[in-house]
C-alpha cells in the first residue's frame, strides 16, 4: 500500500529484516500478555503483520486469522507462505478495508506497529480497533522505546498514553509491563518495549 508513512524504510530491508522477525518465537515475544488470549477458536486479526509470524501462530492455534500488512515486500512472501491466512493490504488510522467488518473480532493484536503511528493518527487508530472488536474483545499492543533505526519514522509513544486513549474508547487495562527487548541487536542498543493488554468493557 502506497503513502504509509510509518512503513518508510520497511521495503528496502524486508528481506535482512525477515530471518530476525522469524527468529523469535511468539510464545517468547509475547509473553507477558499470553495468559489473557483467547482459548477457543476465536476471530483474531494482527495488525502491522510483518513476515507473518504471529498470525501463523495463532491461526495454528485453530482462530480465523486476518492479517494486515502494507509493506508489500513483507505482505506478498507471506501471503505465498501462509495462504491459509486472509492478507489484507491495509494500514491504521483507518483499515477502510475492514469498514465492513465492524464488532467481528474477538482478538486485535498491534505488536511492534503503533509507535509508527503519529499523535494525530493514534486516537483515530483506537477508534478503528475498538470499532472492529466485539463487546469483551481484546486488544494487545505494544511499544517499542529507544533509539530508532535509521530512515525509519518512529514516535516514542507512553504507555500512559496509550491506556489514556484506550479508556476514552471503552477499554480497561488489563496488562501493562515494560521489560528490555529479547532480540540481542535491540537489547544491546538498548531497547525496552511496554506490553499491553486491554478488554472493550464498554460500547
Ligand atoms: C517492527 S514491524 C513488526 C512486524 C510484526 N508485528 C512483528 O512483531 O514481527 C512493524 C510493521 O508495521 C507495519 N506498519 C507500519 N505502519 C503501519 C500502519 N500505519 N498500519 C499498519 N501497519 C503498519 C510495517 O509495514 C511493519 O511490517
Redesign the pocket.
Known sequence: MRG?????G?SDQ?AQ?QPR??Q?SFED?HALIMHVLPTSPSTVM??????G??AAYLAGQGHETVA????DE??TPASARYPHIEWID????K?EKLEGRIGQFDLI?????WM??NEQ?RPL?MSTVATLLKPRGLLVL?L?HGPIPEGR?MFDVSAAETIELAKREGFENLVEAVRPSIGEINRKAGITWSHLAFCKVSA
Do not use: N, Q
Not at 504509509?4 to 518508510?8: E, F, I, S, W
Not at 493484536?109 to 506497529?113: D, K, N, S, V
Open positions: 504509509v508513512k510509518g512503513t518508510l520497511y524486508a529484516l522477525y522469524d523469535a515475544m494482527d495488525i502491522g503483520a510483518g513476515t509470524r504471529d494486515v500488512e502494507p509493506t513483507f505482505r491495509d494500514a491504521l488510522p483499515l493484536m498491534a505488536t511492534a506497529m509508527h503511528l493518527e487508530a505494544s517499542r519514522l
